[in-house]
Every structure is written in structure tokens, then in C-alpha cells.
């Protein structure tokens, strides 16, 4: 009976540090959106709403694009076919969140920013 309810406990606790690994992701992500829009020309997020949101997608379409096709979408994930994936992300989220705009020169100036960004941070963070 004792070992049934340590092995809930940890799945609880199991449960928590996911959700506590997701807020972290997310923040983390918006974070590096901010800063790479602030650096890129031809990149703008209107508010912090827009911000919030498209850093959801990104991290929605890097799952599924990993999930699906084993590459991840960050500049430096896979080489030269990260960073185009990374560029793709970027420019394709416009589509998805109001407030949120780049173009194409942008997407690809953003994704190099936005890898060099991410390097920087501490811990595993992708697109």
C-alpha cells in the first residue's frame, strides 16, 4: 500500500515539473521573440498579447513539425534545414496572430537573431 502512494506522489511531482517545464518554455520563447524582434528590421509585434500568442504558435508549430518529421525548426537544430524551417516558422506565424508582422527578408535575418538568442539563453530551449 505504501509503494501505491509513493508512486502517486510521483507522478504528481512528475506532473508539476511538466507544467513547470512548459511555463518555462513558453516564457523563455517569448522572450527570445521580443528580443529578435526588437533587432530585426521589418519585424514587428504590436503588443505584449500578440507577443503571448505568437510565442504559442512557435512552440505549437516546432512540436508538430518535430513530432512529425524528426527536425526541429531552430536555426542551428539541423543545420542549414533548421534555420530554413526556423524562417518558415517565423514568417508563417503572421498568418495565425494579429498584431504580428514580418516579411520574408525579416523571417530569414530573424531566424539567424533569433538562434544566436537562443544560444545564449540557459537551458534547451528551441523554436
Known amino acids: 500500500m505504501d509503494d501505491n502512494n509513493g508512486s502517486n506522489t510521483q507522478a504528481r511531482n512528475n506532473a508539476g515539473s511538466t507544467i ?22 521589418g519585424f514587428t509585434i504590436d503588443n505584449i498579447w500578440a507577443l503571448a500568442l505568437a510565442a504559442v504558435v512557435l512552440t505549437a508549430m516546432d512540436y508538430l513539425i518535430t513530432r512529425f518529421t524528426s527536425l526541429q ?5 539541423k543545420g542549414f534545414v533548421g534555420f530554413v524551417l526556423a524562417a518558415a516558422v517565423l514568417y508563417l506565424t503572421q498568418f495565425f496572430v494579429a498584431g504580428y ?10 531566424a539567424l537573431v533569433y538562434g544566436v538568442v537562443d544560444y545564449f539563453l540557459p537551458g534547451n530551449q528551441t523554436m
Open 20 to 41: 513547470g517545464q512548459i511555463v518555462g518554455r513558453f516564457i523563455a520563447a517569448a522572450i527570445v521573440l521580443a528580443i529578435t524582434a526588437f533587432f530585426t528590421p
Open 73 to 77: 525548426a531552430s536555426p542551428f537544430g
Open 101 to 110: 508582422s514580418i516579411s520574408w527578408i525579416a523571417a530569414i535575418i530573424g
